[in-house]
């Protein structure tokens, strides 16, 4: 998905291997205009710390969301009404894949395409401007020159804010897709996981989606108050993602937050020296392109809106059917060659009724789009770069997904990824931390105080969809050392049983070990020292499947 300066999301743990995807490059960070982001250099973060209970949000999957996607609810605000448009629906996107299927739907960027689904099925007249702008395309939607807007949802948490501001309303309407490898931390091979970033000087682009990434997986690691405060004082700030990579070739940091081409290409940059902390290959449900409708198109034209989505989910189809035909026609629209069409596809994930259905919480117990727009609002409140608070449930509108129900009642949600070979000691934990979970007295029974904290942990795992759960149980020295291990290794099960249960997680994204009382990281001799020994330890590892 096409993050751009504007877009890109944050989160959590995760190791990452980076393949042969390649997400098109982002567009220049021309945010300052409305923003208030600093000029480029050294500076402090800034505002309030971000804590890991700030990112408590995710939802938990239904019994089975997948398997029943249309057991819908009727969405926010009951049916759609029929009004139309008499002219065309103009819609402002950037240079980016994930806006194929409305280009392939309408044969085109323009009215009067012949091959026009839209036009033919629906009626519809669609003009797809491009803005690749951020600061441009907001002005534009505020003004009433295009009708529906790209954005990345992190990113319309900041700008539904500027929007109610000026008294003006909005609603999304559609996911266009999900990241799927386009943006991550660049560092030397000698950075091994999120905590290793302690005391490093990191490049990134402040109050843009690239910091809200580096702040979640500080807030998700094993560092103390402290030692994420330093990391954050310590940044080099630029006012461009691919200024914060070429920072990094340069050597004059140790770390970048980017996006590709630029986080391949800073790895190649630095011969061998340097790898890809963490990207969204593993980060499957952070990072979602949205497109933003206008109210007074909602309240006046819904019809138009569902037939557009409608079409959209067409397009998806007929990209599906035919390839190579479709990516020459968007190729034609956007200006890109034919690999850089592809590139761009497979960094990403389209999303069609399905997908949709989940993200809006209309097949689930909360919409993923609510977690995510809460989540970034969260950091933007924290950092000071927003005034007017808004709430996730006034800035989506999701009947006009909703109202395709009946059309798609057996479609379900499809990843290409498959948990086969256990990942090896040796792999790389991308981040490793104890957590405090507390059981009855000899027993394998989780007490109610831990389910704050295992909620957290399965709320990470669903949003880092493609990796695996290293859980190793632990015990102070008390008691045989026999009973112990097969006590710890009970303890770490019924920890297992806890996500799959209430997360619908996989049970083979699970790595469960119990090592008793063999793995102290304090004296045995005193109580303090035992209740430290006492512990779950979590390594969340890349699926390499």
Do not use: C
Not at 94 to 114: K, L
Not at 246 to 261: S, Y
Not at 330 to 356: C, E, P, Q, R, Y
């Amino acid at each position: 998905m096409k993050l751009t300066p504007f877009g890109k999301l944050f989160l959590v743990l995760v190791i990452v291997g980076v393949g042969g995807f390649v997400a098109y490059k982002r567009f220049g960070d021309q945010l300052r205009a409305w923003s208030g982001a600093s000029t480029p250099g050294a500076g402090g973060g800034g505002g309030t710390e971000v804590t890991k209970d700030d990112f408590n949000f995710m939802p938990k999957e239904p019994d089975h969301p997948r398997d029943n996607p249309v057991a819908m609810n009727p969405g926010n605000g009951g049916a759609v009404g029929d009004g139309k448009l008499n002219r065309p629906l103009v819609v402002g996107i950037n240079t980016w894949a994930g806006h194929a299927p409305g280009i392939v739907a309408n044969g085109g960027m323009d009215v009067g395409s012949a091959s026009s689904l839209y036009k033919k099925k629906y009626g519809l007249d669609v003009r797809f401007v491009l803005l690749e702008d951020p600061s441009a395309k907001l002005a534009a939607f505020i003004k009433g020159d295009i009708d529906l807007m790209w954005d990345t949802v992190d990113s319309y948490a900041r700008e539904a804010s500027v929007l109610a501001e000026q008294k003006i309303a909005a609603k999304a309407i559609i996911q266009e897709d999900w990241s799927r490898g386009g943006d991550g931390i660049v560092s030397l091979k000698t950075i091994k996981s999120v905590e290793d970033l302690k005391g490093k000087k990191i490049a990134t682009t402040k109050f843009t989606p690239s910091h809200w990434l580096l702040l979640f997986l500080l807030s998700q690691s094993g560092l103390t108050p402290e030692d994420r405060a330093g990391i954050e004082k310590n940044l080099v700030y630029f006012d461009e993602a691919p200024k914060a990579a070429a920072a990094f070739k340069a050597k004059q940091v140790d770390a970048a937050v980017t996006w590709e081409p630029d986080l391949s290409a800073a790895v190649a940059a630095r011969e061998g020296e340097a790898h890809v902390l963490v990207s969204t290959t593993a980060a499957t449900n952070v990072i979602a392109d949205t497109l933003v409708a206008r109210q007074q198109l909602v309240d006046q034209a819904p019809g138009a809106l569902r037939d557009f989505v409608n079409g959209w989910f067409d397009g998806i189809s007929v990209m599906k059917e035919d390839p190579q035909g479709t990516n020459k026609l968007i190729g034609d629209a956007l200006k890109l060659s034919g690999d850089d069409v592809s590139g761009m596809l497979s960094g990403l994930k389209l999303t069609g009724f399905a997908d949709n259905a989940l993200f809006f919480g209309l097949s689930g117990p909360k919409p993923y789009f609510q977690g995510l727009f809460s989540g970034a609002f969260v950091i933007w409140r924290k950092k000071g770069v927003v005034n007017v608070v808004v709430d996730a449930k006034d800035w989506n509108d999701s009947r006009f997904v909703a109202a395709l129900a009946d059309q798609y009642k057996t479609q379900k949600v499809e990843e290409s990824f498959a948990f086969k070979d256990k990942p090896k000691v040796s792999d790389r934990a991308i981040v490793n931390k104890s957590l405090s979970i507390h059981f009855t007295t000899g027993s394998d029974e989780i007490m109610p105080g831990s389910y704050f904290t295992l909620d957290s942990l399965g709320e990470t795992m669903l949003a880092f969809g493609n990796t695996f759960l290293d859980v190793e149980g632990n015990t102070d020295s008390r008691g045989q050392a026999g009973a112990n291990r097969t006590l710890s290794q009970k303890r770490a099960e019924a920890v297992k049983a806890y996500l799959v249960k209430n997360f619908n997680l996989p049970p083979e994204r699970f790595v469960v070990k119990g090592q008793g009382s063999d793995k102290p990281i304090a004296s045995n001799e005193t109580e303090d020292g035992r209740a430290l020994n006492r512990r779950t330890d979590i390594k969340v590892v890349l699926n390499a499947n």
